[in-house]
């Protein structure tokens, strides 16, 4: 039984975690999950104005009114960002907009966050969507890409070796629904 449960465990990992970026399509909305991460912001930013979002509008989850600098540094107006401020983890971004969607009245959205954050995004986003039935697309930022000549120096490399780990460690969790008992 352990062994069938670490096979099933290992082949999603490794599924979940070689899954691309979608291609981007026309939305109602942009979600911006965990809105601290510049990268994810910018990538948000050039979807909007390439006119990706019907509505103009992009949901920053959670919005931080400490760093909103950041947020318009990065290419977004005010009039662009639906905030979003109760999110204390990717659950509850997914929880909170996509109940702000239903409010809304909208129907689509691309979901942005990046490489390492992807599949547990997409897990989660996917089963709380099991009830609202939205069309998403998930898209991370064009630099983090595979393949990309992006350039990362020794301490980024190792800080982003760092994030993966503990990327896989939520991921884990999530699959075995601990989000529910833990601010995952």
């Not at 291609?23 to 601290?36: L, M, R």
């Not at 662009?80 to 204390?88: C, F, H, L, M, N």
Request: with cysteine; hydrophobic share 35%.
């Amino acid at each position: 039984m352990i062994l069938l449960l670490s096979i099933y465990l290992i082949v999603s990992l490794v599924v979940d975690y070689t899954r691309i970026s979608d291609t981007p399509q026309k939305s109602d909305v942009i979600i911006i999950v965990e809105g601290g991460f510049p990268e994810r912001v910018r990538q948000a930013a050039k979807l909007l104005k390439e006119g990706y979002s019907t509505s103009g509008k992009a949901i920053m989850s959670p919005y931080i009114e400490e760093i909103e600098s950041m947020y318009f540094e990065s290419g977004l107006e005010e009039k662009d960002i639906i905030p979003e401020y109760e999110a204390t983890s990717t659950y509850y971004n997914a929880v909170n907009t996509l109940t702000m969607m239903k409010e809304l009245d909208y129907q689509s959205a691309i979901i942005v966050t990046d490489e390492c954050h992807m599949p547990r995004t997409r897990m989660i986003f996917e089963r709380v969507n099991f009830q609202y039935k939205f069309d998403l697309i998930y898209i991370f930022p064009e630099f983090s890409k595979r393949g990309s000549n992006n350039i990362l120096e020794k301490d980024e490399k190792t800080s982003r070796k760092e994030i993966l780990r503990e990327e896989i460690k939520k991921y884990l969790g999530y699959k075995f629904f601990l989000y529910r008992y833990l601010d995952l």
